[in-house]
C-alpha cells in the first residue's frame, strides 16, 4: 500500500464555494481538495475570491474570512 500521498489513477475532487454579488446567490470558488484513491490528500487549497464575498456559508463550506486572506490567486480562463 502507499505510505505517501501520491497521485494514483483514480482521484477525487471536491470543491468548496462562497457566495458573491448583492444577495449572495451567485457562487464562485473558494477552496479545492483533491484525494487519491488511497483517501490521502494530494492538494488542498483556499483560492482567492475574485469577487466581493456576501455570504461564505460557513455552515455549509466551513469557509470563513482568515481562510480567504492567504489563499491562492487564480485566473481562470486565460
Known sequence: MYAIASVTKVVGM???MV????DGRDS???RVSIVNQYGRC???KFVK?????????TKVSGVRLPDLLNGVLTVLGL
Open 49 to 57: 475570491p475574485t469577487e466581493r464575498v456576501t455570504d461564505y456559508r
Open 28 to 30: 464562485i470558488l473558494a
Open 19 to 22: 457566495g458573491v454579488g448583492d
Open 42 to 44: 494530494i492538494y488542498d
Open 14 to 16: 471536491d470543491c468548496e
